[in-house]
């Protein structure tokens, strides 16, 4: 019986040590975004990114993001908010909402941009994208409606 308790309390100090190595790399990489809080300073990182700087397992290191909030400059932050696979060919869903954002911000109010051409616009621009995918952002992301239903 007795060891069975010290079995559990050694995996209880290295499960600290797991997220112990696991915080100090995600911040490590997120260094800019936690200094600046500016979504374009996030960089693309995966589970598997950090599983490799760590070797920690990258299912640990998933349910180690789901349960640990980190306190910053008086707020708290979901570690798995500080995730993102880059989206598109390595651009990350932010850059991407950032730009459309631009792109809708100063739209002429009298020919709106449909997202067949913000597609078209941000295909041209190196960004490959569907129109599908444009919508999802614009709903999600940007919380904005259809073009003839913005004012």
Same mark, same amino acid.
Request: glycine residues 2%.
């Given at each position: 019986?007795?060891? =069975?308790? @010290?079995?559990?309390?050694? *995996?209880? &100090? ?5 997220? *112990?190595?696991?915080? %100090?790399? =995600?911040? $490590?990489? !997120?260094? $800019?975004?936690?200094?600046?809080? %500016? $979504?374009?300073?996030?960089? !693309? &990182?995966?589970?598997? %990114?950090?599983s490799d700087l760590t070797d920690i397992d990258k299912s640990v290191i998933s349910r180690i993001c789901k349960s640990v909030k980190i306190e910053l400059l008086d707020k708290f932050i979901d570690l798995k908010s500080l995730f993102h696979s880059g989206g598109i060919d390595g651009n990350s869903a932010f850059e ?13 109010? $009298? ?8 597609? *078209? =616009?941000? %295909?041209?621009?190196? @960004? ?10 614009? *709903?999600? +992301?940007?919380?904005?409606?259809? @073009?003839?239903?913005? +004012?």
């Amino acid at each position: 019986m007795k060891d =069975i308790k @010290y079995y559990k309390l050694e *995996e209880i &100090m290295i499960s600290d040590k797991y997220i *112990e190595k696991t915080i %100090n790399e =995600i911040l $490590k990489w !997120q260094k $800019k975004y936690l200094q600046t809080n %500016n $979504k374009k300073d996030l960089r !693309q &990182m995966t589970l598997q %990114n950090i599983s490799d700087l760590t070797d920690i397992d990258k299912s640990v290191i998933s349910r180690i993001c789901k349960s640990v909030k980190i306190e910053l400059l008086d707020k708290f932050i979901d570690l798995k908010s500080l995730f993102h696979s880059g989206g598109i060919d390595g651009n990350s869903a932010f850059e991407i909402s950032s730009i459309m954002l631009d792109l809708i911000v100063n739209e002429d109010p $009298k020919h709106r941009y449909t997202d067949t051409l913000l597609c *078209e =616009i941000l %295909n041209a621009s190196g @960004y490959p994208i569907s129109r599908r995918t444009v919508c999802k952002y614009r *709903e999600a +992301h940007l919380k904005y409606p259809k @073009y003839n239903k913005r +004012h």
